[in-house]
T-cell receptor
Framework: KAGVTQTPRYLIKTRGQQVTLSCSPISGHRSVSWYQQTPGQGLQFLFEYFSETQRNKGNFPGRFSGRQFSNSRSEMNVSTLELGDSALYLC??????????????FGPGTRLTVL | GENVEQHPSTLSVQEGDSAVIKCTYSDSASNYFPWYKQELGKGPQLIIDIRSNVGEKKDQRIAVTLNKTAKHFSLHITETQPEDSAVYFCAANSRLRGSARQLTFGSGTQLTVLP
């Protein structure tokens, strides 16, 4: 079975721009969760999508948004980029969601640098 | 919100020795506790997980113990090898708000195995 894939792997943007990241979950998984990883804050939960609906949301501003398509692929968007948005963005897929006892499988991440 | 504390933040051991990493959690209703290993430039990879209906689980050189009363769980790696060097994260499926749950991660432990 193919693992979780994320594109692109690296991105460089400037302040004020917007960015869209993509995640393809493991085949058959309906839940996709997004995390931001930084050296200072660690792994922080952004949001989770399940069957095309946002099910959970972390404590991030409205500039961070996402969506999920009928094939379970998910995108996250960050508008009006700030320097502090530089991070590794990870997505994880699971059968029933991150709050269950199902295993979450992570992708390799997208490294976003904001200049 | 609920939190997960992880100690130590760095750990150096000689090849062949054992390594122990400890985590405590605050949400008494958490019932799923995975451990992830993250190598440089990669996404976190699940190495072992435990559900709250058992107190210990073992997989070759890796074991996890869970003490629900004290709300802590530990990762034990025996006969460490240089390829075990990585950052290790613990997590618990903690309450976000209301009845919603999501994985909450510890701050990570940088394990270095010295040859």
């Amino acid at each position: 079975k193919a693992g979780v894939t994320q594109t692109p792997r690296y991105l460089i943007k400037t302040r004020g721009q917007q960015v869209t990241l993509s995640c393809s979950p493991i085949s058959g998984h309906r839940s996709v969760s997004w995390y931001q990883q930084t050296p200072g804050q660690g792994l922080q939960f952004l949001f989770e999508y399940f069957s095309e609906t946002q099910r959970n949301k972390g404590n991030f501003p409205g500039r961070f948004s996402g969506r999920q398509f009928s094939n379970s692929r998910s995108e996250m968007n960050v508008s009006t980029l700030e320097l502090g948005d530089s991070a590794l963005y990870l997505c994880a897929s699971s059968s029933n969601g991150g709050g269950s006892t199902d295993t979450q499988y992570f992708g390799p991440g997208t490294r976003l640098t904001v200049l | 919100g609920e939190n997960v504390e992880q100690h130590p933040s760095t750990l150096s051991v000689q090849e062949g020795d054992s390594a122990v990493i400890k985590c405590t959690y605050s949400d008494s209703a958490s019932n799923y506790f995975p451990w992830y290993k993250q190598e440089l430039g990669k996404g976190p990879q699940l190495i072992i997980d435990i559900r709250s209906n058992v107190g210990e689980k073992k997989d070759q050189r890796i074991a996890v113990t869970l003490n629900k009363t004290a709300k802590h769980f530990s990762l034990h790696i025996t006969e460490t090898q240089p390829e075990d060097s990585a950052v290790y994260f613990c997590a618990a499926n903690s309450r976000l708000r209301g009845s919603a749950r999501q994985l909450t991660f510890g701050s990570g432990t940088q394990l270095t195995v010295l040859p």
